[in-house]
């Protein structure tokens, strides 16, 4: 369905991988892809605990390990080169993260070093991934900077999403990005935003293209300032949209996004 909607990447949700490996072999997935014009991009997400890698470490950091190195083979197989890492957050209660910035800094760098380790051996590049919610660690570009900045690594960089960076205190004008160097960002998700009254913005709040509240145009005319020439992919998390036909999600999500890039592509 994507690939007859014009798409020519498809990112793979992690959770969803394992579910469809349950019944189905990783040839079959690798065959489809050299088979179709679509390719997977980035498999999406790893999100990261603060313990990883330290004395503390949970059985559940462990797993996160696991996961990542599961997902170095599946991308080597498949012809990914692309993991996202999404830093740590209080996903599940959506507690604010009240950790001092200098922990955060020393727990992200730590881990992005380590995973960037394994990463290499598969030729896999990292997609660190701020949050703006007041629930994620690291909320802002200049942050997310300092952190891949520290690392100073060539498989570290970032995906930027015009949701996710809205999410710190409704940021609609994204000139920030213009302090990126842009070898070092690896993918990009854009994304609109519902007009809502109150604060209340979580993550089933993004919306297709030109029908929110967000400054695509901005958006996407300072990647094209910086010389950015990758790939951007339409990210949705909007429960609403899945009592809808995947076909009318697919080829709606492809027509909207088309559109607001029309003027960059
Ligand atoms: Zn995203």
């Known amino acids: 369905m994507c690939e007859k909607a014009g798409f020519d990447y498809i990112e793979i949700r992690i959770d969803m991988l394992k579910e469809y490996l349950q019944e ?3 040839q079959t997935l690798k065959d489809f892809f050299s088979t179709h014009n679509l390719k997977p991009h980035a498999l999406n997400a790893i999100y990261l ?3 990883m890698f330290t004395e503390n470490e949970t059985e559940k950091c462990k797993q996160i390990v696991k996961d990542f190195i599961f997902c170095c083979n599946v991308a080597t197989r498949i012809g990914s080169e692309h993991i996202i890492v999404v830093p740590p ?3 599940e209660d959506k507690r604010e993260f009240t950790q001092a910035k200098t922990k955060i800094l020393e727990d992200c760098t730590r881990i992005l070093k380590k995973l960037s380790e394994i990463a290499l051996e598969y ?5 660190f991934e ?3 919610a007041p629930w994620c660690s690291v909320r802002t570009t200049e942050f997310a900077k300092k952190i891949v900045d520290t690392v100073n690594l060539k498989n570290v960089g970032y995906v930027f999403d015009s949701y996710n960076m ?3 205190n409704r940021l609609n004008n994204f000139e920030v990005l213009t302090t990126i160097p842009v070898e070092q960002i690896f993918a990009v998700h854009i994304n609109d935003a519902e007009k809502l009254e109150n604060e209340q913005y979580t993550q089933q709040h993004r919306c297709f293209c030109g029908k929110g509240i967000l400054n695509l145009d901005n958006y996407l005319s300072t990647l094209a ?3 950015y020439n990758g790939m951007v992919s339409i990210e949705l998390f909007r429960p609403e949209y899945w009592e809808k036909t995947a076909e009318w999600v697919i080829n709606t999500a492809y027509q909207t996004t088309k559109e607001s890039m029309q003027k960059y592509i």
């Open 89 to 91: 957050m209080n996903r």
């Open 123 to 127: 030729n896999i590049k990292i997609c």
């Open 225 to 227: 300032e910086i010389g």
């Open 130 to 132: 701020l949050v703006g």
């Open 49 to 51: 605990d603060s313990d």
């Open 24 to 26: 189905n072999s990783l």
């Open 166 to 168: 809205f999410l710190h």
